[in-house]
């Protein structure tokens, strides 16, 4: 086997497990305030933003531990596109002018993560593998 | 996993995340170097300094990487560079990202990272010279 068919999955499971983390974090700061971020201080959980920190926060667990990958994925890639077009698209066409760079790169990587999966370092290849070890129960 | 990466919306997704990634790459390059998009935090930089010769690197990098030339030599340069950019200029002021400013450099560093292993995907220069 060529070598880049076994690495790139795996080194898919690390690139998904890094943009967890750096969504997680966004999670935490917007609904715990940890780490401290001046922005994020004191935000009501049921404002844009509160909302918005909800679905890093789950999101962000999801993506690291590699369950439910794909509609993760999925539904994360959509919060970033409604997120670089409500706050950082009205600022300026170019994404390095209206600071949607971070936004527009992860939109791309979850939309990418949503169709390519979690790789094998992730739960949901934990449990496929489980799941095909199980006796076929309809041969009795 | 892998029987889905092939088919043909996987890799054409992959495709997609190069060209936007390299894009996104590119501004930063053309910012520092051509000073456009105009950023008031790059004007009057100087092509021999260290923010210069990171614009050159942005520059040409990301011209190569969206056009998918060259793209795992030119995707393992940029993975480290970015890694450099992040520890130089982002690290010492905290270690979270969220606080330092250096998330969009780290997740470029693996976003490049994964394109040194995974290619370019169809859409790409790389792949019309292997069709020939």
Known sequence: ?140 | MNSILATPYGLSLLSILRIFTGLSLLQHGTAKILGFPATPMFSNVQITSLTGLGGLIELVGGILFTIGLFTRPVAFILSGFTAVAYFMAHASKSFFPVLNGGELAALYCFVFLYFVFAGAGPWSVDAIRERK
């Open chain 1, 1 to 140: 086997m060529e070598p880049s068919t076994v690495w790139a999955p795996r080194v898919l499971s690390v690139l998904r497990i890094v943009v967890g983390l750096v969504l997680l974090q966004y999670g935490l700061a917007k609904l715990f305030g940890w780490p401290a971020v001046k922005m994020f201080q004191d935000l009501p959980w049921l404002s844009l933003f509160g909302i918005a920190g909800m679905f890093e926060l789950i999101g962000g667990t999801l993506l690291i531990l590699g369950l439910f990958t794909r509609p993760a994925a999925f539904i994360l890639s959509g919060e970033m596109a409604a997120a670089y077009f409500i706050e950082h698209f009205p600022r300026s066409f170019f994404p390095i002018q209206s600071e949607g760079d971070l936004a527009v790169t992860l939109c791309f990587t979850f939309l990418y993560l949503s169709f390519a999966g979690g790789g094998p370092l992730s739960l949901d290849a934990v449990l496929l593998s489980k799941a095909n070890l199980r006796p076929d129960m309809s041969r009795g």
